[in-house]
């Protein structure tokens, strides 16, 4: 099913130095007239150093991706459906970022007017170590701590979608209200640079057994789009597949940066 926002759119080697005699000289004499210790002697410059002192300093290596398109995967807390994705596309070696559209950060508490809440400069290890100070037996049988484990791994803190300088090629959102979200903020914020983002909704239950589920099925997507030799003019058509091959419908939107 196709979503349109208000604001849619179509649209020289280091081997081959030797060991080098160097002639020193000084203007330094002893009284009788002879040279100094060390004036007129030759002194080697061994390889080693020699290269030591010719080796430019190392730049850090780029990281390769699969794919030059830059991607978002956003949900609500950017704690469980947004973080399984970007794990699974990160070690798939796709350029991904994960965010969260909600005011705060959500975690489940011992009953469901209970939640912990926490604001998104909380890091995930923060909050994991509070979790184990309020119950950690019941924190590590629900999931909670392992899936807090695994977020501290990938990234520090949860992020916030709107407040995102980045801009990304595609945008897959987890719930259709944070897809809401997502296109209410580009018709907000955007039309600044004309850059296009392609919004997709792919609808994941908010549990860890759907989450990893969902990855797989956003892995897919993205393996498609990205593996398409022009990804904008066969993006409908990508997603009108998908929906038939997963039994699923994808809500969809072009926005602009």
Same mark, same amino acid.
């Given at each position: ?132 100070? *309020? &119950? ?6 629900? $999931?909670?701590?392992?899936?807090? !484990?695994?977020? +501290?791994? #990938? ?49 994941? *239950? &908010? ?6 589920? $969902?990855?797989?099925?956003?892995? !897919?997507?993205? +393996?498609? #789009? ?32």
């Amino acid at each position: 099913m196709i979503k349109m926002s208000p604001m849619s759119g179509t649209k020289r080697p280091l081997s081959s130095v030797n060991t080098t005699t160097v002639q020193l000289s000084s203007g330094n004499s002893s009284p009788d007239g002879s040279s100094s210790p060390g004036s007129d002697e030759q002194q080697k410059i061994s390889p080693a150093k020699r290269a030591c002192r010719l080796s430019p300093t190392k730049v850090a290596a780029k990281p390769k991706f699969v794919s030059k398109l830059r991607i978002a995967v956003v949900c609500s807390s950017n704690q469980n459906r947004s973080m399984e994705a970007h794990n699974l596309l990160k070690k798939r070696g796709y350029n991904v970022e994960s965010y969260g559209t909600g005011s705060c950060v959500k975690l489940p508490g011992p009953t469901i007017d209970k939640p912990n809440v926490y604001d998104f400069s909380v890091t995930y290890d923060e909050q994991r170590q509070d979790l184990k100070r *309020k &119950d950690v037996a019941f924190y590590t049988q629900n $999931g909670l701590l392992n899936m807090l !484990d695994r977020n +501290r791994r #990938i990234k520090a803190h949860p992020e916030k979608f709107q407040e995102c300088k980045e801009e990304f090629d595609i945008v897959v959102t987890c719930q259709e209200r944070v897809f809401d979200q997502v296109i209410e903020h580009f018709t907000n914020n955007g039309n600044m640079t004309g850059n296009m983002a392609h919004v997709i909704n792919v609808e994941i *239950k &908010d549990n860890h057994e759907d989450a990893t589920l $969902g990855a797989f099925v956003i892995h !897919d997507l993205i +393996r498609e #789009i990205c593996g398409a030799s022009d990804h904008e003019a066969e993006l409908e058509d990508i997603i009108e597949k998908m929906e038939a091959k997963k039994n699923q419908k994808f809500l969809y939107s072009p926005s602009f940066y």
